[in-house]
């Protein structure tokens, strides 16, 4: 018996076929897809993105102003904006409300568009859990 060519996955002349692959039942789809692949865990990533860009960029951005303004233009922040108070003062404490403001549109984007999409998924969470448990 001699090697075969056209066989590359047989090794020595005398070594038997492999066996052919394993058959895997088809059963029926079910009409839903299971979490893993459900694209609402995008929408949420994607929402909750946005909502901390957002609130980061509302509070750092200000302060970064706040410091190149600090930093580069002392004529500016040194200037009086009513008697005897100074732009850099005024600037300094609307930081405060503007802290506020970030963690106000946070929580409001987190109530209207964040924690609507993690209550449905957690909702079909508990629906696959309970159709695999009766499986």
């Known amino acids: 018996m001699s090697h075969d060519p056209s066989r590359p996955d ?15 039942p088809r ?5 839903h897809t299971p ?12 929402a909750y993105r946005r909502q901390r860009r957002v609130a980061t960029l509302t509070a750092l951005g200000y302060f970064v102003v706040f410091l190149v303004l600090s930093g580069f233009a ?12 100074p732009a850099g003062l005024l600037l300094g404490l609307i930081q405060l ?4 403001l970030a963690i106000a549109v946070y929580e409001h984007t987190a109530r209207r568009r964040v ?4 209550a449905r ?7 696959d859990a309970r159709r695999g448990a009766t499986r």
């Open 10 to 24: 047989l090794t020595y002349p005398w070594q038997p076929p492999p066996p052919p692959p394993p058959v895997t």
């Open 27 to 31: 059963h029926r789809p079910d009409h």
């Open 35 to 46: 979490l893993g692949h459900h694209s609402d865990l995008r929408l949420l990533r994607g």
């Open 74 to 85: 002392p004529s500016v922040m040194t200037a009086t904006v009513t008697t005897g108070l």
């Open 97 to 100: 409300p503007v802290t506020w």
């Open 115 to 118: 924690d609507p999409l993690a």
């Open 121 to 127: 998924i957690r909702e079909q969470a508990e629906i």
